[in-house]
């Protein structure tokens, strides 16, 4: 099979330029009991695969060592004890590695089947995703009807997601970005207030917008500069939920009103989970928010589609952080094309 392979790089290489990605001809994976192989047709392209790139997010030590954490395709082939799928139906899956090729191993837990109506384009920017936010946005931060949240990089493809699902959990979304056609994607998703941090002040912004009370929830990716004043835009009980920090983990913080308005400062990683709670929350969606997919709500954005073979220039769209929405890989001609 074809895959994507990235050389060996030491933790912190200054540029993901300086290690170009090979397309080499890989052995099938072979299944262990409970997977199924999967023809893949689309693979998204996530933050984590850049990291893992740059040699700072190693996979777990049993899983595939290629980039790829989400992808659609058709059941080729059952490992042992797999009686839940057939060879031949189309699934979206979350992976534990090895979606950047032509056919990946999944857990057959971690499979889910493609919503009415979706092609396997859009069903392959759901899993990773939709899965980040629900246990982020909905089970740790307990979003609920009536409140309001705070969703940085809201033009991202988690944040679009994120927006989507606070407003269908009935909160006031505050979101911000640093262009005005990543505004304009923010609102045309269901934001209610969008805020421009490249040229306002996103933290007196909130403060005006909430009447000085702050918001219950901030769901943060940001890091860095952003996390103390996360802690003063929150409301009293409010609740910040890290779960990146794309400027950087280390730095002083005051952590005061930690106390003074009874915060709660959590976070969680995905692929660090087992798998029997990936599964889990694997269910939650399919029972909760594939419903809505299938009637046409709460849908990807998808910003560009590039084949396999420029992986490497989808890399760099993630990078220059140009993108509204999802990047995809395209791996599969023989697949849906929509």
Not at 9 to 23: F, T
Not at 46 to 60: E, S, T, V, W
Not at 219 to 233: C, F, H, Q
């Amino acid at each position: 099979m074809r895959a994507v392979v990235h050389p060996p790089v030491s933790p912190g290489s200054a540029s993901v330029a300086l290690e170009p990605l090979q397309i080499l001809d890989l052995p099938t994976p072979e299944l262990k009991p409970g997977e199924v192989l999967i023809k893949v047709a689309y693979a998204g392209v996530n933050r984590p695969d850049l990291i893992q790139r740059k040699g700072a997010y190693p996979p777990p030590p049993d899983a595939s060592p290629l980039m790829g954490l989400e992808v659609s395709g058709t059941i080729a082939a059952l490992g042992p004890h797999v009686d839940s799928w057939k060879i031949g139906e189309t699934v979206c899956a979350l992976t534990p590695g090895g979606g950047y090729a032509e056919e990946v191993a999944a857990p057959a837990g971690h499979c889910m089947p493609i919503p009415t109506g979706l092609s396997l384009l859009k069903a392959a920017a759901l899993p990773e995703t939709y899965i980040t936010v629900w246990a982020n946005l909905i089970e740790r931060a307990q979003l609920r009807q009536g409140e309001t949240v705070l969703i940085h990089g809201g033009s991202s493809g988690i944040g679009i997601t994120a927006i989507q699902l606070a407003k269908w959990a009935g909160a006031t979304v505050i979101t911000t970005a640093g262009a005005e056609n990543k505004l304009a994607a923010c609102r045309a998703v269901g934001a209610d207030h969008v805020i421009n941090y490249k040229t306002t002040d996103w933290q007196a912004s909130v403060k005006d917008l909430t009447n000085g009370k702050g918001v219950n929830v901030v769901l943060d990716m940001v890091g860095g500069p952003y996390l103390e004043k996360n802690l003063r835009s929150l409301a009293l009980e409010g609740r910040l939920v890290q779960i990146a920090f794309l400027q950087g983990s280390k730095v002083e913080i005051d952590w005061m009103p930690l106390m003074m308005k009874r915060l709660t400062f959590t976070g969680s990683t995905l692929r660090a989970r087992s798998n029997e709670e990936k599964a889990r929350l694997i269910g939650t969606l399919r029972n909760v928010i594939w419903p809505e997919l299938s009637a046409g709500r709460l849908l990807p954005l998808i910003d560009r589609v590039f084949p396999l073979s420029a992986a490497g220039q989808a890399h760099d769209l993630m990078e220059s952080s140009a993108h509204i929405g999802k990047i995809m890989l395209k791996v599969s001609d023989e697949l849906d094309t929509h």
